[in-house]
């Protein structure tokens, strides 16, 4: 069996069910392939999020919801695998392929080995820790039929070793293309800032919050892949100009309010692998910031539809974000290129290659 081969049989598995990036854009395939006649089924985590209630999807659930603990969420891992092989071993008469989403699903692959079901794998990002656990999770990726990065960067760190590995970059929904075309009602609260992300300090959280403070004269708009009460847990005292929302099922409002977007993952500490919010974020319009390492470069073009750059360094952010504000041609300029560089990301030129 080729791997262009389109298998209408397979299996989609996910061990997180949130609002991860990698969830988005494995829910937006799943929906294509049902408006394309294709039966699909789906294991993942019996929790609340993007692969939640998929129309016309078979979706299967195991118990897992990471702890604050962390010997706790190892052993909720451990059981999920468990539990995952146990759902796939009794379904297996309906699948001919198994696709496992980012590294963590690692007990499909050893479905996959004792079954010898092909199996693919899409890898997003690959931010384990400690390393022993991020080799232990990677060791079936050679035993796979297809390994799928988002970025040549990722190819680069991840895929030594590996045969038969290809990169197709995320793309944005034709849902989603259509919602950020969507009339905009005037704004009425200046300019604002946004940045989306996991409530994790290498993604830049503690640098927002330190740009809010000197900018008082700016909104701050900033949307984590978090629980209220993670939120509250976290951020104690916050300038008044800036505003947190937990995680959230509809993130089209934050786009379309914002006017430029940031993306501070710290290189020293994580290099972005992509950046799916930076696409949509230029979907809008808007010019972005963010890292000059790692996938964000495959993106943004510096001084194009945005800048690339040293996020660590305040005062250079502070130059950049006063400049987006302040000169309206040069803004203009970036966010229709913004505009113009989304299109070139549509997931139908992006995940649609994986079938």
Not at 211 to 229: D, H, I, K
Not at 294 to 302: A, D, S
């Amino acid at each position: 069996m080729k791997v262009s081969e389109k298998l209408e049989n397979r299996v989609y598995c996910h061990l997180f069910n949130d609002y991860s990036g990698s969830a988005v854009v494995l829910r937006d395939h799943l929906q294509r392939e049902v408006q394309e006649g294709r039966s699909c089924m789906l294991i993942t985590s019996n929790t609340n999020g993007v692969l939640s209630g998929l129309k016309g999807v078979r979706t299967l659930h195991f118990p897992y919801q990471p702890a604050s603990n962390k010997l706790i969420t190892l052993l909720r891992f451990f059981w999920a695998q468990l539990y995952m092989i146990y759902l796939l071993w009794q379904n297996r008469k309906y699948f001919e392929q198994i696709y496992i989403n980012t590294l963590l699903p690692f007990g499909a692959a050893l479905m996959g080995y004792f079954s010898q079901t092909p199996f693919i794998y899409h890898i997003h990002e690959t931010s384990i820790r400690p390393e022993i656990f991020k080799q232990f999770l990677k060791w079936p990726l050679k035993g796979a039929q297809e390994v799928i990065f988002v970025s040549a960067y990722l190819a680069r760190a991840e895929g030594q070793g590996l045969t038969n590995n290809r990169v197709i970059y995320n793309g944005l929904s034709e849902e989603f293309m259509q919602q950020s075309e969507a009339p905009r009602s005037s704004k009425k609260k200046g300019f604002v800032v946004l940045m989306l992300c996991s409530l994790k300090k290498y993604k830049g959280v503690d640098t927002f919050v330190n740009l809010a403070a000197f900018l008082p004269e700016y909104r701050f708009n900033l949307v984590l892949n978090a629980s209220q009460a993670e939120v509250d847990e976290y951020f104690q005292n916050r300038p008044s100009n800036l505003f947190i929302y937990p995680a959230q099922k509809n993130i089209h409002p934050f786009y379309a309010e914002a006017d430029l977007l940031l993306n501070l993952s710290d290189p020293e500490q994580w290099v972005e692998t992509f950046g799916m919010t930076l696409l949509e974020g230029m979907a809008y319009g808007l010019p972005c910031i963010c890292p000059n390492a790692g996938g964000p470069l495959e993106v943004v073009e510096n001084g194009v539809q945005g800048i690339c750059c040293d996020v660590t360094h305040m005062a250079t952010l502070l130059t950049h974000i006063r400049k987006f504000a302040r000169d309206k041609t040069y803004y203009r300029q970036l966010s229709a290129a913004a505009k113009v560089r989304a299109n070139e990301f549509t997931s139908r030129k992006g995940m649609k290659a994986v079938g």
